[in-house]
Every structure is written in structure tokens, then in C-alpha cells.
């Protein structure tokens, strides 16, 4: 069995499809599905069952899972950025994370992990997957220092060398509806179009940039379940590591792509920044994914323009989720 904490989110329901497409279904799905449209994430794909992350967390203290138990991906957090009750962050994102990682690990369970590039904070101690670096990293907000305190702990106590811990960088694609706020801009663009016929993006405040001209690095959902299943097929590999593209583009760049794909000519207002995230605003962020290569993951990644393409003309347009269940 394979466990996906996580399962009914954005990347945990992408992995599960993709699980699928090798012809797994023997995965336990575990998440909190509250009152938003989540579970829609989950129709189209197959598994064995379902479990509530806090019953999840019971069977695992109380050893109440059946063996055998190949890996566990946990993916499950929560990820909002504007997140502002650290002591809720800690317990979901941390120390929820501490314990599977002791109990996967003494049951020599394979065991991946999502941290986060919001680890990295503004890019100024760079973007290295390399974990000797990471106590001089200086996440921007809570959401990433949660992360951060993981890997942290993770290195400190030698478990970072049983386990793999995967840095994901600006994923965008099929599954992310239900995010709200969190969403990408992808998806928000999208929006704006139909609804506006125009996108808005934020000013630039250095000179260094134009409007728009700040740069991300964006990875479609698709290549970062991908990645994400290589460390499942290496089980030697431990650490942290990088999931992006490792080639940085422009807003204007994603923009421009999703009124192509929609058949449209770009309508682009600059519009300004409020001031209360200015001073925590990335303008640049690159995965240096060196390392993931040098493991022996020599897949090519979707280009922007192509993912783009695929996201909006074979599931926005057409209202359809991942899977074919």
C-alpha cells in the first residue's frame, strides 16, 4: 500500500493520477475534507480508501495500519502563505510532520515529504537544495518558517538522511480550484479574462525589473508529480531537493501564454502593489535543481506556453479534474 497524506489537494490528488496511469490503486488516501470542493479532486481517480487525517494520525500512535506499507508521500499541510496562527502552523505542518517521519522511518517505510521553496525566503541566500546551507535560510512568513523548522529538525536529529524532503517551487495546473487565494496565477488570469477581458499584475518597485518583468519559476503540476514519483522509484535517494524547472519567467510571460490559450490578444494593466506585502514580494526565484539531475532525473519539463496550453484549453474550458477513473 501506498500512503498520500494530502491525497484530495492540488499535488496529492495530481500524484494519486499519476499513481493511476502505472496502474496503482492500492493507495489509502488521507486528508481533511472540511466544507469546501475538495473531494472533487478525488472522482476521477482510484484507491483503496479514505481516512480523515485526524483518524489517520490515531491509527498511526495506536499501530492500527495494515503492513505492508511501501511509502508514504505527505503532502498534507496547510499551505496559505497569509496564514497568520503560527501555533496552528506548528502543529499541523510541524510537528504533525515529526511524528510520521519517526514512525515511517522505524518501520523502514519510504518516506517523502513536501517542504517548500518558501523556505528560501527572498532569494537572497539562494536557491540551493543543498541541506548544509539551510540554517541560513530566512523564510518571509510563517507557512515557510513551519517548513523550515522541519527540515531543520530533520537534519539536526540524522533522519534527513532516511528520507527525502522535496522543495516544490511555483506549481500550477489541474486540482488547484478549490485553493481560493492560494490559487495560481494561472488560474486567477483565467478568471480575469472571462470575467474583465484584461489581467492585472503588480507594478515593479525595482528598477532592476519592468512591470511584470519579475520572474518565478513555474512548474506544471504534471512534471511535478513526476518528480515526485522518481524518489518512490530511488529509494536510496535522501535529503532535500528541488522541484521546478530551473528556467525563471517573466509575469507577462504567464500572462500572455493564458490569453494565447484562451485565443486572445494580451490585455495587461499594471496595477499597483499594496504596500503591506511589498516588503515581503519575490522578485525572482529559480530552482536550482542541479542536484535532482545529478540523481539521474533527465526528463525534460513542460514549457510554459505548452502547460499552459493543456491547463486551459483540456481542463478549464472543459470544467475537468485529473484522473480518468
Not at 469546501?36 to 494520525?57: G, H, I, M
Not at 510571460?253 to 496595477?271: C, G, S, W
Not at 535532482?292 to 481542463?315: C, P
Request: with cysteine; aromatic share 12%.
Amino acid at each position: 500500500m501506498i500512503i498520500v497524506t494530502g491525497g484530495a489537494g492540488f499535488i496529492g490528488s495530481a500524484l494519486i493520477a499519476a499513481l493511476n496511469k502505472r496502474q496503482i490503486a492500492d493507495i489509502l488516501v488521507v486528508d481533511r475534507l472540511d466544507s469546501d470542493e475538495k473531494w472533487k479532486n478525488l472522482r476521477n481517480l482510484s484507491f483503496a480508501d479514505y481516512v480523515e487525517k485526524d483518524d489517520f494520525l490515531e491509527m498511526v500512535l495506536e499501530n492500527k495500519l495494515s503492513p505492508p506499507i511501501e511509502a508514504v508521500f505527505h503532502l498534507g499541510a496547510c499551505t496559505s502563505t497569509t496564514e497568520t496562527n503560527a501555533s496552528y502552523l506548528i502543529k499541523n505542518n510541524y510537528e504533525y510532520t515529526k511524528l510520521l517521519a519517526q514512525w515511517a522511518t522505524d518501520a523502514n517505510i519510504r518516506f517523502i515529504y513536501a517542504s517548500s521553496a518558501a523556505t528560501y525566503g527572498d532569494g537572497s541566500a539562494g536557491f540551493s537544495d543543498d541541506e548544509s546551507q539551510i540554517n541560513k535560510l530566512r523564510p518571509l512568513n510563517m507557512y515557510g518558517y513551519s517548513k523550515q523548522l522541519f527540515d531543520l529538525w530533520a537534519r539536526r536529529t540524522n533522519l534527513l538522511k532516511k528520507i527525502a524532503g522535496l522543495k516544490y517551487f511555483n506549481v500550477f495546473g489541474p486540482n488547484e480550484y478549490h485553493k481560493g487565494d492560494m490559487q495560481s496565477f494561472v488560474l486567477k488570469a483565467f478568471k480575469q479574462i472571462n470575467a474583465k477581458g484584461k489581467v492585472g499584475l503588480f507594478k515593479s518597485y525595482k528598477p532592476e525589473f519592468k512591470d511584470g518583468g519579475q520572474k518565478r519559476d513555474f512548474i506544471y503540476v504534471k512534471d511535478a508529480a513526476d518528480m515526485t514519483l522518481f524518489f518512490l522509484d530511488n529509494r536510496q535517494l535522501t535529503g532535500l531537493f528541488n522541484i521546478g524547472t530551473g528556467q525563471p519567467r517573466t509575469w507577462n510571460d504567464l500572462v500572455k501564454a493564458v490569453f494565447a490559450a484562451m485565443d486572445k490578444p494580451p490585455n495587461i494593466e499594471y496595477i499597483e502593489m499594496p504596500e503591506s506585502i511589498r516588503s515581503q514580494y519575490q522578485y525572482f526565484t529559480e530552482a536550482d535543481i542541479a542536484k535532482l539531475r545529478k540523481a539521474g532525473y533527465d526528463k525534460k519539463t513542460t514549457s510554459l506556453e505548452d502547460a499552459i496550453k493543456d491547463y486551459v484549453q483540456n481542463y478549464l474550458q472543459k470544467d475537468e479534474y485529473l484522473g480518468s477513473r
